[in-house]
């Protein structure tokens, strides 16, 4: 299976929001952090830790890769495939189900 195919296809958006926002929360702490203790340092890094699930769970990210991750089951089973690789740690032989994935997505028909 193609996985930056489908995660880019099906999750991009969510991906590129998400990536955006921990790096302003990383600038954010490391400003903040300047100077402070080592606990001081924990207790901020536990708040914007936080801070980025929180975010993540906003713009629906779990959603979408809990929606692929069942795709993927989904199609496995119906080809009887007992392990999913992505395609590039793929020499030889299996079964491509990149298609299938995408289709059960709504990515392709």
Known sequence: MDKV??????????FSAVTQ???ELQLEYDN???????EEKRALYLEYQKKLHDFEVEVGLQERLDEIADAIEASA???GVE???????????????TLDVARRLGLTE
Not at 5 to 14: C, H, K, M, T, V
Not at 32 to 38: F, K, N, R, T
Not at 83 to 94: P, R
Request: no cysteine; aromatic share 6%; glycine share 10%.
């Open 32 to 38: 903040a952090a300047s100077g402070l203790a080592d």
């Open 83 to 97: 392990i999913v690789l992505d395609i590039e740690a793929v020499v030889l032989g299996g079964v491509d189900l």
């Open 77 to 79: 089973q119906e080809h």
């Open 21 to 23: 926002h921990r790096d």
């Open 5 to 14: 195919l489908i995660f880019d296809e099906y999750a991009g958006s969510e």
